[in-house]
């Protein structure tokens, strides 16, 4: 009878390691599906992340040592990886512009979030718009009435003017950024951050898709005495251009760092340092 119960407890023994060895093989299936689910997620949310001068942290949460915008230091705070990179928004943020039918929602984002300053002249209110080339990297421009209430528009591509009445850009893909939600359902506002004390990875910017090593590029604002020009930052190499009069001028150096503005994504729900916040 002993040899029996010891026959019959192998017996059961070896039914439920081979149970366990059926398990595991299931769950290491299901476990590799999930692992290539998550690189999957990770490959896009790396496209936003290369380049930014951070290192890509992994884990669950991570501690970020930040500096604020007057330059100083703040305490190190607890902040999800998933959050990391806040300078991208969804599609619901662009309004398709078309020039034979013009339509301006109220939503629109504007320089500095009010009419910019042109000297003796009056002030201009300019959209931010975005460009979409075929096979090219993204530009940031201007949409803007002129005086004549005439839509005038222009973007900077490979050194060249390109405005938004040539018969070659009217197929083009052209849209308006705009702020749609609140900042209690949005959990952020659109800043615009003086260039020195930006944190790059809160800027509204965009890449060349299939290259990311593209710098990344931003809509910015030159603020020089009394004028004041909507344009386009390579925040990477701290360049930014616009077009004045019909013609190109770049702005580098001390005078990106001191005089342009950074339009960024802000998480904060106080009152951002900044030209203004536009929400």
Same mark, same amino acid.
């Given at each position: 009878?002993?040899?029996? !119960?010891v026959? =019959?407890?192998v017996t *059961?023994? $070896?039914?439920?390691i081979?149970?366990?060895e059926a398990?595991?093989? %299931?769950? @290491?299936?299901?476990?590799?599906?999930?692992?290539l689910?998550?690189?999957?997620e !990770?490959?896009? =949310?790396?496209?936003? *992340?290369? $380049?930014s001068?951070?290192?890509?942290?992994?884990d669950s949460?991570y %501690?970020? @040592?930040?500096?604020?915008?007057?330059?100083?230091?703040?305490?190190?705070?607890?902040?999800r990886?998933?959050?990391?990179?806040?300078?991208?928004?969804g599609?619901?943020?662009?309004?398709?512009?078309?020039?034979?039918?013009p339509?301006?929602?109220?939503t629109?984002?504007?320089?500095?979030?009010?009419?910019l300053q042109?000297?003796?002249?009056?002030?201009?209110?300019e959209?931010?718009?975005?460009?979409?080339?075929?096979?090219?990297a993204?530009?940031?421009?201007?949409?803007?009435?002129?005086?004549?209430?005439?839509?005038?528009?222009s973007?900077?591509?490979?050194?060249r003017i390109?405005?938004l009445?040539?018969p070659?850009?009217?197929k083009e893909?052209?849209r308006?950024l705009q702020?749609?939600?609140?900042?209690?359902?949005?959990n952020?506002?659109?800043?615009w951050?003086?260039?020195?004390?930006?944190?790059a990875s809160?800027?509204?910017?965009?890449?060349?898709?299939?290259?990311l090593?593209?710098?990344?590029?931003?809509?910015?604002?030159?603020?020089?005495?009394?004028?004041?020009f909507?344009?386009e930052?390579d925040?990477?190499?701290?360049?930014?251009?616009?077009?004045?009069?019909g013609h190109?001028h770049v702005?580098?150096?001390?005078?990106?760092?001191?005089?342009?503005?950074?339009?960024?994504?802000?998480?904060?729900?106080?009152?951002c340092?900044?030209?203004?916040?536009?929400?």
């Open positions: 009878m002993r040899e029996l !119960r026959t =019959l407890w *059961l023994w $070896g039914v439920l081979q149970r366990a398990l595991n093989a %299931t769950s @290491t299936s299901s476990t590799a599906d999930l692992a689910d998550h690189a999957i !990770r490959s896009v =949310l790396l496209e936003h *992340l290369e $380049g001068g951070t290192d890509v942290v992994t949460s %501690t970020l @040592t930040t500096l604020t915008h007057d330059g100083t230091v703040s305490p190190k705070v607890k902040k990886a998933a959050d990391f990179y806040n300078g991208f928004v599609p619901q943020f662009y309004s398709p512009f078309s020039i034979s039918s339509r301006f929602p109220p629109s984002v504007i320089g500095l979030g009010r009419p042109r000297g003796s002249m009056p002030p201009n209110v959209y931010v718009a975005l460009w979409n080339p075929r096979n090219a993204p530009h940031w421009g201007s949409i803007y009435l002129d005086q004549k209430l005439h839509i005038e528009g973007f900077i591509q490979n050194g390109r405005n009445t040539q070659d850009m009217a893909t052209i308006l702020y749609v939600g609140s900042p209690e359902s949005n952020f506002k659109f800043v951050v003086l260039a020195k004390n930006l944190d809160t800027a509204i910017s965009l890449r060349e898709p299939s290259n090593c593209s710098p990344r590029l931003a809509p910015a604002v030159f603020q020089d005495e009394d004028y004041e909507l344009g930052a925040i990477d190499n701290r360049i930014m251009q616009y077009v004045f009069q190109i702005v580098d150096k001390a005078q990106f760092l001191g005089k342009v503005y950074v339009l960024t994504k802000q998480r904060c729900s106080c009152s340092a900044g030209a203004s916040v536009q929400s």
